[in-house]
């Protein structure tokens, strides 16, 4: 049985991204056709491109739905007074493509102007889960361990 991974990365891009870096974006979402160059990862490494986060069907692996939203964020600027773009992503991520993903993670997150918590990765194969941290000259993945005991709510 092949393992899975759940990857969420809530994160706001740049106002200025270049026309060829939105298109990328899009086309990574399954918005937009192929662009004629792609710069999100190898590959040719990995055999042919395909659309990493194009959503709109259920997780193969995990529960809800994978799925990917990109939108100008109007109602708040960046530090430069620009709206960023607002992208959110959930996909489901089969073992052999973990590492192209990530390059298109990596790729990705050059473009954000988010610091700090931008999304998590969790695997099939165990409880196992990372939070997503991006820095100011890359990201992290730190793995989540229990702190202790938080207050309980019950809603029922």
């Not at 990705?108 to 999304?119: E, M």
């Not at 939070?131 to 100011?136: A, D, M, S, Y």
């Amino acid at each position: 049985m092949s393992d899975y991974y759940d990857v969420f990365l809530a994160v706001d891009l740049s106002p200025e991204l270049s026309e060829p870096v939105l298109h990328e974006v899009r086309w990574l979402l399954g918005q937009a056709e192929i662009p004629p160059a792609l710069e999100s990862a190898d590959w040719e490494t990995w055999g042919c491109p395909w659309q990493v986060f194009a959503g709109g069907s259920a997780s193969h692996a995990f529960a809800g739905s994978d799925t990917a939203a990109l939108v100008r964020a109007l109602d708040r600027s960046d530090p430069g007074g620009g709206a960023p773009w607002a992208l959110t992503v959930r996909t489901c991520v089969h073992e052999d493509e973990f590492g192209v993903v990530m390059e298109v993670v990596e790729w990705l997150l050059r473009q954000a102007t988010t610091v700090g918590w931008v999304g998590f990765v969790r695997s099939s194969a165990s409880d196992d889960a990372h939070h997503v941290v991006r820095h100011h000259d890359g990201f992290e993945l730190v793995e989540v361990q229990t702190a202790g005991r938080w207050g309980q709510v019950s809603w029922s």
